[in-house]
């Protein structure tokens, strides 16, 4: 449950020390600061979305059988 977390927080570092802010998720949050790749939020959850989706579906096949 934690896994998440710590690939945000590895993105937010890497693109911190690249000085690519604009690229870290921990900006699009923040209101004000704007988004100037729109695309990375999209692509983000394009592959998010579909991924969740999947592991949910799947584990949930898993438990559901008696």
Same mark, same amino acid.
């Given at each position: 449950? @934690?896994? /998440?977390?710590?690939?945000?927080? !590895?993105? #937010?570092? !890497?693109? $911190? @020390? $690249?000085? #690519? %802010?604009?690229? +870290? +998720? =921990?900006? *699009? =949050?923040? /209101?004000? #600061?704007? @988004? =100037?790749? *729109? *695309? %990375? /939020?999209? =692509? +983000?959850?394009? %592959?998010? @979305? /579909?991924? $969740?989706f999947f592991v949910f579906m799947k584990k949930g096949a898993k438990e559901d059988v008696?």
């Amino acid at each position: 449950m @934690i896994f /998440p977390f710590f690939v945000q927080l !590895i993105l #937010h570092v !890497i693109c $911190t @020390i $690249t000085n #690519h %802010i604009d690229y +870290s +998720s =921990v900006y *699009w =949050v923040q /209101p004000g #600061h704007g @988004i =100037v790749a *729109w *695309w %990375i /939020p999209v =692509v +983000s959850m394009g %592959i998010g @979305i /579909p991924v $969740t989706f999947f592991v949910f579906m799947k584990k949930g096949a898993k438990e559901d059988v008696f």
